[in-house]
């Protein structure tokens, strides 16, 4: 079964940047997205892209994240920008829809103020 890595993640002040990956072990043809989760709090989804580039964003990140996907490489992107102190969290990568490979270890990102 496939497998997720993420990495990328660390301490930043607000207004930061940070790049997140995520690679995988084998190819996935399936829509991507990335999902954060914060202390005490479900995890959600923030940014999606399809095989083909398509992208989605939810409105707490619309206009400073950035989704991107190497299907060469069988990796995706986060690219986060005018980072907040809300951003705070695990954030880890999935297939978008019901299905879901099993969890990676996420990365932590932790935004100071």
């Known amino acids: 079964q496939v497998q997720l890595v993420e990495s990328g993640g660390g301490l930043v002040q607000a207004g930061g940047s940070l790049r997140l990956s995520c690679a995988a072990s084998?190819?996935?043809?399936?829509?991507m997205g990335w999902y954060r989760q914060a202390s005490g709090k479900q995890r959600e989804l923030v940014a999606g892209i399809t095989w083909g580039g398509t992208t989605n964003y939810s409105d707490s990140v619309k206009g400073r994240f950035t989704i991107s996907r190497d299907n060469a490489k069988n990796t995706v992107y986060l690219q986060m920008n005018s980072l907040k102190p809300e951003d705070t969290g695990v954030y880890y990568c999935?297939?978008?829809?019901?299905?879901?490979?099993?969890w990676g270890q996420g990365t932590q990102v932790t935004v100071s103020s």
């Open positions: 084998g190819s996935i043809f399936n829509a």
């Open positions: 999935n297939l978008k829809g019901v299905v879901k490979l099993p």
